[in-house]
């Protein structure tokens, strides 16, 4: 499953994705592994506290169910 980023500048493929998150009103993606030194984390779009809840649902839905997302899911603009 590939994920574009909401600013469309990053494309990623979830199956280096070890995690998402909500902080500071982003949607994180977390790569690598918990005890490793190099992970990191990118964001993949910003949204009200109104959206943000249900964006990542759409989001996770889509990791989820990726055949009825064509493979791919675009980040939704705010």
């Not at 590939?2 to 280096?16: E, G, K, Y």
Request: with cysteine; proline share 3%; aromatic share 16%.
């Amino acid at each position: 499953m590939w994920i574009v980023s909401q600013d469309r500048t990053t494309i990623v493929n979830t199956d280096t994705i070890a995690c998402f998150n909500i902080y500071n009103s982003q949607i994180w993606a977390t790569y690598g592994i918990a005890s490793e030194a190099d992970n990191g984390y990118f964001s993949i779009g910003k949204y009200s506290d109104k959206r943000i809840y249900s964006i990542f649902k759409q989001l996770t839905d889509a990791v989820t169910h990726p055949i009825d997302y064509g493979n791919k899911f675009e980040m939704p603009e705010e």
